[in-house]
């Protein structure tokens, strides 16, 4: 009875050791990522798309401009693609209920999103899941997406996006912020 038992905790070790960060791991983490203040203003962002195997397909660029107003933010984009296509999203933040001191949580919304986000903000960085309506082929399918983004200076934020379809990889965008 006793070589299952060791042979289930060796496994739990194994799988906890290997799963990935926590927001809370980074609430220590300087410079601090503060919403209202960074989405705050024109920003520019430059980024690019890359397919499952990691070949880059499309670059962007994007002017981002945040605003707060009795404390709900909003953020305006509007991305320019490398091959001529524009994209519009208004994104909508309004802070809720944390549960904890290290963690700052908003709800997050935009037209061309699935349902509502909760964005967790901790130390530097800001990690955020959600379902985006893509225009693929002439129709627009549901693409999964779990944001980490990093303030690595008072006014850069980099950021890595996951993007998966029924629990598969398809590609992921890697994107840095200027403000």
Not at 34 to 40: G, K, L, T
Not at 93 to 99: C, I, W
């Amino acid at each position: 009875m006793k070589k299952p038992r060791l042979l289930l905790l060796a496994i739990a070790l194994v799988c906890s050791a290997c799963s990935a960060p926590g927001i809370e791991d980074y609430a220590d983490n300087t410079p601090r990522f503060v919403a209202e203040d960074f989405f705050s203003g024109p920003m520019k962002a430059y980024g690019l798309v890359k397919d499952r195997g990691g070949n880059v397909t499309r670059r962007f660029v994007a002017e981002i401009n945040g605003s707060w107003e009795n404390g709900r933010g909003q953020l305006r984009e509007k991305f320019e693609f490398d091959d001529g296509e524009i994209q519009y999203r208004t994104w909508q933040l309004v802070p809720a209920d944390s549960g904890t001191q290290s963690v700052r949580k908003y709800t997050a919304s935009a037209g061309d999103v699935v349902g509502t986000s909760i964005m967790s903000v901790a130390g530097n960085a800001v990690f955020m899941q959600y379902t985006l309506q893509v225009p693929y082929k002439g129709r627009t399918i549901n693409v999964n997406v779990d944001d980490q983004m990093f303030l690595v200076a008072p006014n850069v934020l980099i950021a890595e996006s996951q993007l998966s379809k029924w629990g598969f990889n398809v590609g992921e965008i890697q994107l840095t912020i200027v403000k």
